[in-house]
């Protein structure tokens, strides 16, 4: 009996090394992901608690709370809203640009097998790759060589070259979901190629496209590099006008126009995702 003993409390022993592992397992993956969690919103947080100061400059935490700043950032601060209206003039006309070019690459490269498919990808993928301020270095010198100053054409120029990925990578993810029979069907019915895109592609790739549409339109308001090299005195974005009250004057109004932002995106968000399903596309 005592031989065959510590045959009986394998199984237990077995069961409770599973429990470590599952426990250990949870608590490290757990605690990892939680602290990913915190660094990621604590920011946000932040941001949003210190833009409801009651103090004259920024800081946190707040000795107060008080909407004063928000009041302050619609009803006078001309200079704030102004900047916001050329962000998102610049957003709104890079986003259209990018998204009927994009879909127009994405179509061309989704529908051949050649080599040069995968090389025209991997090239017009790269103004995500390469460090910002690199791809506004060169697109300033690039200007400078085909003698064109820096204007609000540059600008929206520019913010094409940084939404242009965004709509390629989605509406790429999006047509690699449609099965080709349902084109071939179309041609074969005798739909041209206008007609099977309109009746056919675009109806099941709007998803994707909807999608890095609004994840370019964010990419180029937020952008910060890009404006720097590309934009003249007349057309100063809004990252930039904030960044200039943060580094003379710590306004609170600064953190009060991120606080609109955080929430008007937040918003923008949870529409995208009802309408488009965003968060398929962006995995």
């Known amino acids: ?3 065959a003993s510590p ?3 394998l199984p237990a022993r077995a069961s409770l090394c599973a429990r470590i592992d ?16 915190v660094l990621l919103a604590a920011p946000t947080l932040i941001v949003l608690v210190a833009s409801l100061t009651s103090a004259e400059t920024l800081r946190f935490p707040p000795p107060g709370l008080s909407p004063r700043w928000y ?10 809203v102004a900047a916001a209206l050329v962000s998102l003039k610049v957003a709104a006309a890079a986003t259209v640009a990018a998204v009927v070019l994009a879909t127009s690459a994405a179509i061309g490269i989704a529908s051949s097998k050649a080599g040069w498919a995968r090389v025209a990808d991997t090239v ?13 270095l060169g697109l300033l010198l690039t ?23 965004f709509v390629l990578r989605t509406t790429l993810a999006s047509l690699a979901q449609i099965p080709p029979a349902f084109e071939e069907a179309a041609r074969d019915l005798g739909a041209g190629g206008w007609q099977t895109f309109a009746n056919v592609t675009f109806p099941l790739a709007r998803g994707g496209i909807a999608a890095g549409a609004f994840i370019g339109f964010m990419a180029s308001f937020d952008n910060v590099a890009i404006s720097l090299f590309l934009a003249d005195a007349r057309s100063e974005v809004l990252p930039i006008r904030l960044w200039d009250l943060i580094e003379s004057v710590l306004d609170v109004r600064a953190a009060a ?15 995208m995702e009802r309408v488009a399903g965003l968060s398929r596309y962006v995995r």
Do not use: K, Q
Not at 22 to 37: C, F, K, N, Q
Not at 257 to 271: E, F, N, Q, R
């Open 71 to 80: 009041e302050a950032l619609l009803f006078s601060s001309p200079e704030i």
């Open 1 to 3: 009996m005592s031989s």
């Open 7 to 9: 045959l009986f409390g």
């Open 257 to 271: 126009a991120s606080g609109v932002l955080i929430v008007a995106t937040v918003g923008l968000m949870i529409v």
């Open 143 to 165: 200007f400078n060589l085909l003698n064109i100053g820096v204007s609000l054409g540059t600008l929206i120029i520019g913010h094409i070259v940084i939404c242009f990925p």
């Open 22 to 37: 599952r426990w250990s397992y949870a608590v490290v993956i757990g605690g990892l992901g939680g602290t990913a969690i």
């Open 124 to 136: 017009l993928m790269s103004p995500v790759l390469l460090p910002a301020l690199s791809v506004g």
